[in-house]
């Protein structure tokens, strides 16, 4: 009958261990898939400021060969008066 409740006890700390294990590894795998949807998110936000960066910088140079030409044009107009 020990010999018995030893197994019986065995069985059950190893199906203990078992769904401890299954626990573990189904937290983990959550954890992951969540941090991966965080990581995807930031990185689209890093994305859309990378995008909206270069279409300011795009707008700043556009400007500034406006104001360059417009620069150029009153001195040629100053030279021709």
Do not use: Q, S
Request: without cysteine.
């Amino acid at each position: 009958v020990a010999k018995f409740e030893a197994t019986a006890e065995e069985a059950a700390e190893e199906a203990i261990e078992e769904a401890t294990k299954e626990v573990i590894k189904k937290a983990i795998e959550e954890a992951i898939e969540e941090a991966t949807k965080e990581i995807e998110e930031v990185t689209k936000e890093v994305i859309e400021e990378i995008v909206n960066f270069e279409e300011a910088a795009e707008e700043a140079a556009n400007f500034e060969a406006v104001a360059k030409f417009k620069e150029i044009a009153e001195e040629d107009v100053y030279i021709l008066h």
